[in-house]
């Protein structure tokens, strides 16, 4: 455990009901009583854990008082972070929580960085590292569904799962390492079955969580949503009918969207990040170019891509050149205003690759349109699947964890094929121990600190 003692404003920065002030470390308590006046009886040293005081925050250097609050002292191991905790509840202003943090600095507290908390909380042992990352998930969940997901991991589902996994692996090494010394020819056939056998059952294990890991981003994270097309043919009226609101400007004059807006939409259940762009033209106003190119960045990272056409004017190179983008990506095309005369019919769009096809009008149908488009796009991330499984398994909902148990899969197919094939025994150890510790990073055991740094930099500070 450290000997620092770090604090931070644990509530957004902004007005509100309260607006707490944390600390933790081995000074947490010594320091908050310098700062904090109990209106009766003794200081928290002196306090039971857990029981809230009402009193005042004072500067101790010009006696002044800051604020009125509750305190309340958590002792280590039965907090958090597993150290010493103090939360000082204040008056939830912007200028009054920074100052009593930076009494709190003043008086030996060193500020937090982003996740420290919970970093603590996982390097004292409290929180495995996929039980830490629930936690941003929980802050982060952007539908009741991912939030489900993420307290089920926090409660320990993909833990559990993974030290499943770990266990069988430990089975087979331990045998393994008790045949090593036998010669080779001496160790029975139905001894080398077995363990195949369970190599075997194992590996499939494996397949199971690894088929998981889509759907639990898409839960995680939302399903990165971007509309895309030339200008003027309505993705920001696509945006507006789906949000049900005039969030994005609609004109008739094409380039009306500069620069792109992210709404998170919930469509039975499937949360999408959607993501209106630029319409997409070759053009010489710097502005709008610069937003183009915003516009091709998010069409890369994109999970599904809505790519709207415009019937009732002739296509254009830019439509193809679009297209031809987001070859590679999944999409859905959408043939917008057939309220007016059509110019072009599907088939001038060339092959679509399998493509789905809606053709709508947004000015006339509105939630009509919505309901077609979210058959279409629950149809793509297959929900029947996510709901009955959210909640009631362990899913994997980081490419972090996807490529833990991806290489740990890996290691132990070769470890089969090395039994399969009659080589010695040390070297199918040397593989199982490999497997065993990229489980391992999945629940932080085997982690290294510069990717524990990434992992944790992500919260927010106070987290
Ligand atoms: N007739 C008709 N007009 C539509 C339809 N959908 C959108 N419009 C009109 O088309 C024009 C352009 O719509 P926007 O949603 O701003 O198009 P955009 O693709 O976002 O355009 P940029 O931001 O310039 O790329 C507006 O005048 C809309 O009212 C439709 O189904 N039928
Ligand atoms: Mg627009």
Redesign the pocket.
Known sequence: MTDITIAAVATPLGEGGIGVVRLSGPDSIAIADTIFRPKQGKGLKDQESYKLRYGKVVDPATGRTVDEALAVAMRGPHSYTAEDVVELQCHGGVVVVQEVLELCLKQGATLAEPGEFTKRAFLNGRLDLSQAEAVIDIVRSPTRLGLEVAIDQLEGSLSQKVKDLQEKLYQITVRVEASIDFPEDDLPDVEVQSMEETMVETIQEMEELLSTADEGKILREGLMTVIT?K???????LLNTLLNENRAL????????RDSIEEVVNLRGVPLRLI?T??IRESSDMVESLGVARSLDLLEDADLVLH?FDR?EPLTKDDFAVLERTENSKRIVLI??V??PPLWDVDDLGDLHGAPCLEM????EGSEVVQRLADRIVEFVGRSQITSSAGSRALLTRTRHKQALQAAKGALEESLRTLKQGLPLDLIAVDLYNALEHLGEITGETVRENVLDRIFSQFCIGK
Request: proline share 7%.
């Open positions: 097309g200008p003027n043919v309505g993705k920001s009226s609609v004109t008739d004059i094409p380039g009306t969207t209106d630029a319409g709207v009732s917008n205003k309220d007016l009008s947004l000015l006339q």
